[in-house]
């Protein structure tokens, strides 16, 4: 019998099957990295070192951090591991004992730290645990990409998924991925809507899907992806369903008494509809529109016809003239902050689309070859063939000759065909979204549902049918993992390949497995090093392992917060939704370029090269850069070096009309040093609380303002530590912006480091975390293994992370060395089985 770990549902799927039990591995013994051993450090005077130097604010009753060290003895750290641990990470990270508190003079804690990680590692070698996690489910962005694999079609699944749940800061951890009815209804629903779309439906009924613009977003230069010779509007990707008839609606912004936002400067103003680069539709918009019209403020074009499939969309103004704006008052990019001044004289402002709407079909007349149809009807029957456009298919299909179309397309001869022909199609299907070679079971499950779609209507509608319950199936939206047979409660086991492929791709691309990958691991070759090693490297090639930077590093280090924050338009009014996008972007592609061209992992802080386009350039003061693509660019100012210069990380760290060195010094200590600082104590007043001048009316800095926020004594023992970092970029302002004032008073960067080490800007702070690097490896490592995982990494892990890091560190600190690393650890290869659970008997 198979089993499959399915552990968050309290049961196991059974399916029968036959199956040659795997042998359970053992974890390899590691040599943890070391620094020369002092010979007085003996256990006792490791001990007496910590009662001298960490007992006092660590004791039973002190318990600063929630720790205490009372009884800690290090020959016995080993079975205390959890609190050996933390005490590592403060210990590497120079962060204990206190700034201010008393220090053992040279090496004597990074040897400790030693002496405690020999003691770790080595017990952990001789009992290891490769962990576990309850079931994984695909989440959003993981069954986004595999139904784009699967069926070459995109959709947008936030409109049928609630969001992910995130856990040590990633959406595919296993233990807080519920299963809702709400969440089961979603699945569902997309289903529904993706196989309709993937196979075209000729008796779809006109619906409505709607684009939204972002408010933050400039509607006075051109938009990237609309035709030249335009401004504002929106450029999107729209899949029909089919052939037919469609409308498109675009409504505009208003001022706050329902005019025509722009309707006084400019009254001649026309709106294109462009689909795939051709006008499809030119509009003129009446300036005396208003809210209170049959229509309001929305435009909507005659009915056009339109194709099945993915068709690239515009909805743009023609632009009228191009050149700076000569007016007594500038206008700032973010033009929407004020819609007031949207009617006044004398301020150019032009109409905005707010959103846009494509409605239909009406009139359906076909349905066109699309790239999903290719991908999905490998063979059709001839009394399936109504139209005669769904033979197209791309050259170089490998069926030729007798029952095959010039194309290679395979044609069945007569209508009783059609059912070897919807089990070719449904068996490709189902071993690539199942990831494993589908079974007779499971085809036959899935032409029940073809037969069903099939009674009363046509061969497309029982592969449609097929498909939705396919995209259903819990073996799509689960990643069941198999339990060899004869594995006992708790027992450590090697994952078959087919769970290491499928780890593996979700890792590194975050879908399914491609069909090399499935070829190797149906072989049972996969776990082997050397091909492990090969398939590693060639995914790392593939364009599919941006993801490693659109979803690992994006994640990791919080690029989703950059939208949260919308600058003050009057204190910084070079920002709009294209600059935080391209911020955004602009750190996914340093991390990129560390991916593709495998360079040492530190060049994220010390690259002397970036990423920018015209809208970047323009805030870091870089000429001669002009458009919207990005640019390799040298860095000739030292201070933008890596991403502690890139605007991302800069406005993320901010509020929406200050710097804040708080949450920047936050930022660093979670998010690199992975060392995050206790919560504030409770009824301490924010920062705004502060003054912003003193009584005589001088203006404060953020610096001076937080110097009067730390005199409160329950605040000052953290600030300590956090401020200092961050204050090392108080030049950067909200938005990245270099400055060398605040508020009209110098910016002040001198601090110092809570190890002692004097800052002095962005290019000091940043030798500051080169000189802490061992912290910023291992904290690299741990994330990049719990997104591998799927699950957090726990004490029980550090030994392998260390393993991890040191062979990195020979390797050049490669991004590969880590992929490597973790991809060849236990923790990835092995799984420990369900412990077994016992019921206490009452009065027994």
């Given at each position: 019998m198979k089993r499959f770990a399915l552990a968050g549902l309290g049961t196991a799927v059974l399916v029968a099957a036959a199956v040659t039990?795997?042998?359970?591995?053992?974890?390899?013994?590691?040599?943890?990295?070391?620094?020369?051993?002092?010979?007085?450090?003996?256990?006792?005077?490791?001990?007496?070192?910590?009662?001298?130097y960490c007992a006092g604010c660590h004791s039973e009753k002190g318990k600063a951090g929630g720790l205490t060290l009372a009884s800690f003895d290090a020959a016995h750290i080993d079975q205390s591991a959890d609190v050996g641990e933390k005490m590592i990470r403060k210990l590497r990270a120079g962060m204990m004992p206190p700034p201010g508190a008393r220090r053992p003079e040279g090496d004597t804690l990074k040897h400790f730290a030693v002496a405690l990680e020999?003691?770790?590692?080595?017990?952990?070698?001789?009992?290891?645990?490769?962990?576990?996690?309850?079931?994984?489910?695909?989440?959003?962005?993981?069954?986004?990409?595999?139904?784009?694999?699967?069926?070459?079609?995109?959709?947008?699944?936030?409109?049928?998924?609630?969001?992910?749940?995130?856990?040590?800061?990633?959406?595919?951890?296993?233990?807080?991925?519920?299963?809702?009815?709400?969440?089961?209804?979603?699945?569902?629903?997309?289903?529904?809507?993706?196989?309709?779309?993937?196979?075209?439906?000729?008796?779809?009924s006109p619906t409505e899907a709607t684009y939204k613009v972002p408010r933050t977003q400039s509607q006075m230069r051109h938009i990237d992806g609309t035709p030249w010779g335009t401004r504002g509007g929106i450029a999107v990707t729209h899949t029909f369903p089919a052939d037919g008839e469609y409308t498109f609606r675009v409504m505009l912004h208003g001022t706050p008494v329902g005019d025509l936002f722009g309707s006084v400067f400019s009254r001649n103003e026309q709106l294109e509809i462009s689909i795939n680069g051709e006008r499809a539709a030119l509009v003129d918009i009446d300036y005396r529109m208003s809210e209170k019209d049959k229509t309001g403020l929305n435009?909507?074009?005659?009915?056009?016809?339109?194709?099945?499939?993915?068709?690239?969309?515009?909805?743009?103004?023609?632009?009228k003239f191009d050149g700076v704006v000569d007016d007594l008052v500038a206008p700032i990019d973010y033009t929407l902050a004020d819609t007031e001044y949207g009617d006044s004289v004398g301020i150019t402002a032009l109409p905005h689309v707010r959103d846009f709407s494509i409605t239909g079909p009406y009139t359906v007349t076909g349905v066109s070859d699309t790239p999903s149809r290719r991908k999905i009807f490998l063979c059709r029957p001839v009394s399936a063939t109504t139209d005669p456009s769904t033979l197209r298919e791309p050259q170089g299909r490998p069926e030729q000759g007798r029952g095959a179309t010039s194309s290679g397309l395979s044609l069945a001869t007569s209508r009783g065909d059609?059912?070897?022909?919807?089990?070719?199609?449904?068996?490709?299907?189902?071993?690539?979204?199942?990831?494993?070679?589908?079974?007779?079971?499971?085809?036959?499950?899935?032409?029940?549902?073809?037969?069903?779609?099939?009674?009363?209507?046509?061969?497309?509608?029982?592969?449609?049918?097929?498909?939705?319950a396919l995209l259903a199936s819990p073996h799509f939206l689960f990643r069941l993992e198999e339990i060899p047979a004869g594995v006992k409660p708790g027992q450590n086991y090697r994952i078959t390949d087919l769970d290491l492929a499928s780890r593996l791709s979700y890792f590194v691309w975050g879908t399914i497995p491609d069909a090399e990958l499935q070829k190797v691991a149906a072989n049972t070759t996969l776990h082997t090093p050397a091909v492990l090693e090969k398939q590693v490297r060639r995914m790392l090639a593939d364009p599919k392992a941006e993801a490693m930077s659109t979803r690992f590093a994006s994640q990791w280090l919080r690029l989703q917060d950059v939208e949260k924050i919308h600058p003050d338009a009057l204190l910084f009014p070079s920002f709009d939704h294209g600059l935080a996008e391209?911020?955004?972007?602009?750190?996914?592609?340093?991390?990129?370029?560390?991916?593709?061209?495998?360079?040492?992992?530190?060049?994220?802080?010390?690259?002397?090269?970036?990423?920018?386009?015209?809208?970047?350039?323009?805030?870091?003061?870089?000429?001669?850069?002009?458009?919207?693509?990005?640019?390799?660019?040298?860095?000739?100012?030292e201070n933008r070096r890596g991403i502690l210069g890139h605007g991302s990380i800069l406005m993320l760290t901010s509020v929406a009309d200050r710097t804040s060195p708080v949450q920047r010094g936050k930022w660093i200590?979670?998010?690199?040093?992975?060392?995050?600082?206790?919560?504030p104590p409770p009824n301490v007043?924010?920062?705004?609380?502060?003054?912003?001048?003193?009584?005589?009316?001088?203006?404060?800095?953020?610096?001076?303002?937080?110097?009067?926020?730390?005199?409160?004594?329950?605040?000052?023992?953290?600030?300590?530590?956090?401020?200092?970092?961050?204050?090392?970029?108080?030049?950067?302002?909200?938005?990245?912006?270099?400055?060398?004032?605040?508020?009209?008073?110098?910016?002040?960067?001198?601090a110092k480091l809570y190890d002692g080490t004097e800052l002095n800007g962005p290019a000091s702070l940043r030798k500051a975390l080169i000189d802490h690097s061992d912290s910023v490896i291992r904290n690299f490592t741990e994330n990049l293994m719990a997104y591998a995982l799927g699950r957090r990494v726990e004490y029980y892990d550090q030994p392998a992370v260390r393993a991890i890091a040191k062979k990195a560190a020979q390797n050049g600190n490669t991004f590969s060395s880590f992929v490597l690393g973790i991809v060849n650890s236990a923790a990835f290869q092995m799984a420990k089985a369900e412990p077994a659970v016992t019921t206490e008997v009452a009065g027994k």
């Open positions: 039990p795997a042998k359970p591995a053992m974890a390899v013994a590691h040599t943890p990295a070391t620094l020369p051993a002092l010979s007085t450090l003996t256990a006792d005077a490791q001990t007496a070192l910590v009662k001298q020999t003691k770790i590692d080595a017990a952990a070698a001789l009992k290891p645990n490769p962990g576990r996690r309850t079931f994984q489910r695909l989440n959003r962005a993981e069954y986004a990409r595999s139904v784009k694999d699967l069926l070459d079609v995109d959709v947008d699944i936030n409109a049928f998924l609630p969001p992910d749940t995130m856990s040590a800061g990633f959406d595919n951890i296993a233990d807080v991925q519920g299963v809702s009815p709400t969440l089961l209804e979603g699945y569902l629903r997309a289903a529904a809507r993706i196989s309709s779309v993937a196979l075209g439906d000729r008796s779809a435009v909507i074009t005659p009915r056009l016809h339109v194709k099945a499939g993915p068709q690239r969309l515009a909805a743009a103004f023609i632009q059609e059912i070897p022909c919807a089990r070719k199609i449904i068996a490709q299907l189902a071993t690539q979204a199942y990831r494993r070679t589908a079974s007779n079971e499971d085809i036959e499950s899935l032409m029940q549902f073809y037969a069903d779609g099939r009674r009363g209507k046509d061969f497309e509608a029982g592969i449609r049918a097929a498909v939705q391209s911020y955004t972007r602009e750190t996914e592609l340093l991390f990129d370029s560390i991916v593709r061209e495998d360079r040492d992992i530190l060049d994220l802080f010390t690259a002397d090269y970036t990423f920018v386009n015209e809208r970047i350039a323009k805030v870091y003061r870089i000429p001669n850069i002009t458009g919207e693509t990005f640019q390799r660019v040298k860095l000739a100012d200590m979670e998010t690199l040093l992975g060392s995050p600082p206790p919560p007043p924010p920062l705004e609380d502060t003054k912003s001048a003193t009584d005589t009316g001088k203006t404060l800095s953020v610096r001076e303002r937080m110097e009067e926020h730390r005199k409160n004594p329950a605040c000052a023992s953290c600030h300590r530590v956090i401020d200092p970092l961050g204050l090392a970029l108080e030049n950067f302002d909200v938005v990245g912006a270099w400055r060398i004032k605040d508020n009209g008073v110098g910016v002040d960067t001198a």
